[in-house]
């Protein structure tokens, strides 16, 4: 079934084209990456789908529903979840209480909410740092903590927005482990991020992007030896001739 | 004595001395003082509701407070109408008021939120100084209103002693503290909080923060107006400079961020230090330097917020809960 679709997507800012004419589908229980350059419109993108912009033209349908012009808060309760590429922790406060703020989403109920809280907490194995503040964790839980608040949503597709940068390598291995645990609960995943290594190893399908245009698409291999790729990374001088 | 027993007993014992305290203390100064105490952390506690759990500053409470005034007194001077009726209307009418201000303002962030909404008290203030009559309900402009003692009783709020009004509002204060407790633990303060702190975050969690922010603004308003009613059943004389002040507005955040916002106890704390050092300068030094309390309070507030930035509330907790742990922990 397809879980997300995008069709002709386009994100003006003033006299930029963010995004120009994307289109994308995801599939129930798919893993896609999403790759461009730096400012090429990939979080633009995924703010657009989840309803943080509204967008300048084109549609986003997900589960067949259009959600142009739905807010973000709307699309939670329909399954849609999404991280922050610079992460936004509610600081002053618990991981608990971060966590609880995704499962009162569900419920009115606090015990309830604490309870799938302690298991969402569990699963990505912050259990014991429940009761830190959010302020003081190191930046590999603090994308964690993210990804923890928005699997408390109970989402069926999670937009994962870079959540690997600035991770070492052994936490990059860690985290694409919880990724593929995430796809094997049965949770469609839509991913942006930059090391290569992780995208090509989690990825059913890539979509490459370079000035808010769609460059290339395919699987992993393809993407990686298409011309169109390299030269937008390394730029033209360095074309596979 | 496990941990909760002790949290018990101390709450047992605070509740005794509060309600014993008329019992001992006879002289009406005191108890006057007292009621404005509690008058100031019910108010500041409503306030928190908005200005502690949802992150905004706002600074126009007053005019809330004097809806609530004007509407009670209106209500009973002009037509006899009983002020407990014309509190509850008050507080409904401050409530939609907070609603239409929320609106256009919850918008803004920052210093624009609380630059709005100190205007909306100000223009409410300089509206009802120029009215003299609004259709049939007489206002009597910047001459106030005056409500005559007679027919005293429970049934119009009215006493000839200061003690029922003493427990009036101490059985208000407790139910806004409840209130306040209640609402932080639940879904609405925990969405009150993300909002406020992360909206985009909040958002994206399935949080409506307007929507959540416009909840609290409608409690929060409408309980303010209920203290406005009380105030003029107590001090049977309201005027615009009395219960539209700015000085009203600014001395409920100064008693919050001293006290500690977005705690529960922050409001009461905040108003046990400063409603004292207003008071009692105004009755020494109330000739020779008036406004004296207010350099007070400004000093405390820089110094509180360079060293204790969440607060008073920030020491005295972690002092109250390292007391009790030991307490708990020590063989008996």
């Given at each position: 079934m397809r879980i997300l679709e995008v069709r002709n997507l386009v994100k003006v800012f003033g006299g930029l084209r963010a995004v120009d004419g994307l289109d994308l589908t995801i599939d129930e229980g798919q893993i896609l990456g999403l790759i461009g350059p730096n400012g090429a419109g990939k979080s633009t993108a995924f703010n657009c789908i989840a309803g943080v912009y509204p967008p300048t033209a084109g549609d986003v349908y997900f589960y067949g529903e259009k959600t142009n012009s739905q807010k973000p808060w709307d699309l939670c309760s329909k399954g849609l979840a999404r991280t922050f590429q610079i992460v936004k922790p509610f600081a002053s406060k618990s991981l608990l209480y971060n966590v609880m703020v995704g499962t009162f989403s569900k419920t009115r109920k606090r015990g309830k909410a604490e309870e799938k809280a302690l298991e969402v907490l569990t699963s990505l194995h912050l259990y014991a740092k429940k009761d830190m503040k959010a302020a003081n964790l190191t930046i590999a839980d603090r994308k964690r903590l993210e990804i923890a608040r928005a699997l408390a949503t109970e989402p069926k597709l999670l937009l994962l927005d870079e959540v690997m940068a600035g991770l070492r390598p052994t936490e990059v291995d860690e985290m694409v482990a919880i990724i593929r645990a995430l796809r094997d609960r049965g949770i469609t995943v839509f991913l942006i991020e930059h090391i290569m290594r992780a995208i090509m190893a989690l990825s059913d399908r890539i979509v490459v992007i370079h000035y808010g245009r769609k460059i290339s698409e395919g699987t992993p291999k393809e993407v990686a030896s298409d011309e169109r790729v390299i030269k937008a990374y390394l730029g033209e001088d360095y074309g596979v001739s | 004595m496990t941990r909760e027993n002790l949290e018990k007993a101390f709450l047992a014992l605070v509740l005794m001395v509060v309600f014993g305290l008329p019992l001992i203390l006879r002289s009406p100064t005191y108890l006057h003082i007292l009621v404005l105490l509690y008058l100031y952390a019910y108010l500041t506690t409503s306030w928190n509701l908005v200005g502690g759990f949802a992150g905004v500053l706002p600074l126009g409470h007053a005019a809330f407070f004097g809806i609530g005034a004007y509407t009670s007194t209106v209500l009973y001077v002009q037509y006899g109408v009983s002020p407990w009726f014309g509190m509850l209307l008050g507080g409904v009418i401050a409530s939609i008021t907070g609603i239409m201000i929320g609106l256009p303002t919850f918008k803004m962030r920052g210093a624009y939120f609380a630059l709005a909404t100190i205007a909306f008290g100000e223009g409410m203030r300089v509206m009802v100084e120029n009215i003299d009559h609004l259709g049939p309900l007489n206002l009597n402009g910047p001459r106030g209103l005056q409500i005559p003692?007679?027919?005293?009783g429970l049934a119009n709020l009215m006493f000839i002693n200061k003690e029922p009004y003493y427990y009036i509002i101490l059985v208000m204060l407790i139910a806004v503290l409840a209130l306040t407790y209640v609402i932080s633990r639940s879904r609405l303060g925990y969405y009150l909080n993300a909002g406020g702190e992360e909206p985009e975050a909040a958002m994206s969690l399935g949080v409506n923060v307007a929507r959540c922010k416009l909840m609290a603004m409608a409690m929060s308003s409408f309980l303010t107006a209920l203290a406005g009613s009380f105030y003029a059943q107590f001090s049977l004389f309201i005027h615009p400079k009395s219960v539209i002040s700015l000085d009203l507005s600014f001395e409920i955040a100064f008693i919050a961020l001293i006290g500690g916002r977005g705690s529960i106890v922050g409001p009461v704390l905040g108003a046990l230090l400063l409603r004292p050092v207003s008071d009692f300068s105004r009755i020494y030094f109330g000739a020779t330097l008036p406004g004296l309390h207010l350099i007070i309070f400004g000093t405390v507030l820089i110094l509180v917020m360079i060293y204790l930035p969440r607060g008073l509330q920030q020491p005295l907790t972690r002092a109250y809960q390292r007391i009790l742990n030991r307490l708990a922990q020590s063989p008996r």
């Open positions: - | 003692p007679l027919n005293v």
